[in-house]
């Protein structure tokens, strides 16, 4: 059982937007933060956004401030809505859960990933 899976991934125009989902099955669920990523071709994986699942309180990328907002229901699923989107936004985008340490961006800091869902933003 995959524990994390994303979907809505597609190709938009610049300017358009996306709403990305994530729905966490198992030992991904119910934990205290979920959180997105983004990686694009020949690129480290950067941390996007975070929400602690208790709290609500929600971090961001400094790119993408402003523009995205991360959700989440009950901790079983997070979403992404993503607005005014960019060609640099163009990345596989995955879903991660269960803080252990350190800063929210680094991937290290989780310890449950999704497969992915590509994003593609044409100028």
């Known amino acids: 059982q995959v524990p994390l899976v994303e979907s809505g991934g597609a190709s938009v125009e610049a300017g358009g937007s996306l709403r990305l989902s994530c729905a966490a099955s198992?030992?991904?669920?119910?934990?205290?933060?979920m959180a997105w990523f983004r990686q694009a071709p020949g690129k480290e994986r950067e941390g996007v956004a975070v929400?602690?699942?208790?709290?609500?309180?929600a971090h961001y990328a400094d790119s993408v401030q402003g523009r995205f907002t991360i959700s989440h229901d009950n901790a079983k699923t997070v979403y992404l809505q993503m607005m005014n989107l960019k060609p640099e936004d163009t990345a596989m985008y995955y879903c991660?859960?269960?803080?252990?340490?350190?800063?929210?961006?680094?991937?290290?800091?989780?310890?449950?990933w999704g497969q992915g869902t590509q994003v593609t933003v044409s100028s």
């Open positions: 991660a859960a269960g803080c252990r340490f350190g800063p929210w961006s680094r991937a290290a800091s989780y310890d449950a």
């Open positions: 198992g030992s991904a669920a119910n934990r205290n933060c």
């Open positions: 929400i602690y699942t208790i709290s609500n309180t």
